[in-house]
């Protein structure tokens, strides 16, 4: 006989599943999935969407910044920081586009996906350091950003710039994923229009053989690679949190090729306007006075800068909604055994309020602060990404179906990837950090090299898990039947 105990689960799950599916795809509507599997009622969209979803957050100042960085502070000549530009951007945004593809397949978020390569708990290791970078880092460096433009627009007071930014961003990231999508792609053409003027405009006025780069930072070229680097890869724990609602049969190649190219074009683009508007002559009487989006509109007519300064911070707003909502599922990913749907919706808020308080200490010396941000960003992200990368390579022959079971299975321990990233991050920072608060033994030696934390980093991790793995009791075989390809 069958007691209610019994049924109870089936008919919750069954319920859930129901709740998910009329959810749909509803733009005006807060959404009721947490982390678990998206069920197959309830998929729906087109991998081109993809496309304006990850354009619009990169259009605005922070991207611009990093060209910035390369050229006004790092002191490389106009080309060749644009070569650095592209390259670390090209990989960061490759990394992306890979990575997003197992959202389709198991209708699961990035960090939760992690679970294949990290085990149920070890997987705590990136998802805590994705909430913290996401939701409270990058939160404050985008609102600082648009607090900025808002407060050079307006004459506002710039603390309540930042609340009013704040609130915005904070709004659309709790209603959830189908809002997030529509406020991207009905900003991508404000936003793309804008700034193709303002950049028409910057190039006409800046002079790049007048950056020679005859006084660069040692190191300036690898520090400018790694900085774009950080900034486009900084996207790639996001990754399937935005494709998940897509039907399983959507084709791979589409699924990774948007997602990379919205990242690439606009973050390149961008970029090397940045670097380019450090070429423009400013008075130092008049530039000293100036914030640093109102130095990167000084060349613009006054509508125009109006026009840039109000893209500025929608772009911010549009990259924050990103932050907060994918913040805040990397938290609920760590598992705390509350409801998802009460845990993502509550970390968001929180997320807002201690991102607001992180940014109001940033609102001076904003550019070091960045620049050392976005290298800190790399430091982790790059041993995360070689053992995602290897673990994946190596379980290739693992069926969806067993994969899809291990995600859930809270046995599941993977000791080797964890203390691989781990040790891959310290080593790398240890040797190989070179930035105002921190420089490596290695890069203190021969500064020239910049700052290969990132890749020392990766190559480490991905040495150390290929040998850890063959190390017995490091990791417990799964009870869901899942071949042991995992455990190599």
């Avoid at 683009?269 to 130092?284: H, K, M, N, Q, R």
């Avoid at 992200?381 to 809270?410: C, E, H, K, M, N």
């Amino acid at each position: 006989m069958t007691t209610p105990a019994t049924t109870s689960k089936p008919a919750a799950a069954t319920s859930r599943a129901a709740e998910i599916a009329a959810y749909g795809d509803r733009i005006l509507a807060i959404e009721p999935t947490g982390i678990e599997p998206v069920p197959a009622g309830a998929r729906h969209g087109k991998p081109l969407g993809l496309l304006w979803t990850w354009t619009s957050p990169n259009m605005e100042f922070a991207t611009a910044f990093v060209g910035v960085l390369a050229v006004g502070i790092l002191g490389l000549g106009f080309w060749p920081g644009v070569l650095a530009l592209v390259l670390g951007t090209a990989l960061g945004a490759v990394a992306h586009g890979f990575l997003g593809v197992v959202g389709p397949r198991f209708g699961v978020t990035q960090m939760v996906a992690g679970r294949s390569a990290f085990g149920f708990l070890g997987n705590a290791l990136p998802a805590v350091l994705n909430a913290l970078t996401a939701g409270i880092g990058w939160f404050a460096v985008n609102s600082v950003s648009a607090a900025y433009a808002l407060n050079t627009l307006l004459g506002w007071p710039l603390l309540l710039c930042l609340f009013v930014v704040v609130v915005l961003q904070v709004a659309v990231a709790c209603f959830g994923h189908n809002f997030v999508h529509s406020a991207e792609k009905y900003t991508f053409p404000v936003l793309t229009v804008v700034f193709v003027a303002a950049a028409a405009v910057i190039l006409a006025h800046s002079h790049p053989g007048s950056a020679t780069g005859a006084h660069a930072a040692p190191g300036a070229f690898w520090l400018a690679a790694g900085a774009a680097f950080g900034y486009a890869a900084g996207w790639t724990p996001y990754g399937a949190d935005y494709t998940r609602y897509l039907p399983a049969t959507t084709a791979r190649w589409k699924t990774a090729l948007w997602p990379a190219v919205g990242v690439f074009v606009s973050c390149a683009f961008l970029e090397v306007i940045g670097a380019a508007s450090s070429t423009v002559l400013i008075p130092d009487g008049i530039a000293s006075r100036l914030s640093l989006t109102g130095a990167f509109t000084y060349s613009l007519p006054g509508w125009l800068a109006d026009l840039t300064l109000l893209a500025i911070a929608l772009g911010g707003i549009a990259a924050n909604a990103l932050n907060i909502y994918s913040g805040s599922l990397s938290f609920v990913a760590i598992g705390r055994g509350l409801p998802a749907r009460v845990n993502r919706a509550a970390v968001a808020l929180v997320f807002g309020v201690v991102g607001t308080l992180v940014a109001w200490s940033g609102l001076s010396n904003s550019g070091t602060k960045y620049e050392n941000f976005l290298l800190v960003i790399s430091y982790w992200i790059g041993p995360w990404l070689g053992v995602t990368f290897l673990d994946r390579f190596l379980s290739r022959a693992r069926s969806d179906a067993d994969t899809a079971a291990l995600l859930q299975d809270t046995t599941y321990r993977n000791r080797a990837a964890p203390i691989a990233m781990a040790v891959g991050t310290a080593l790398g920072v240890w040797l190989f950090s070179n930035q105002t608060d921190y420089v490596g033994l290695v890069a203190k030696q021969y500064p020239g090299i910049g700052d290969l934390a990132f890749a020392a980093g990766f190559a480490i991790a991905v040495l150390l898990y290929l040998a850890l793995r063959r190390v017995p009791g490091l990791v417990r075989t799964p009870v869901t039947g899942a071949p042991d390809a995992v455990a190599g």
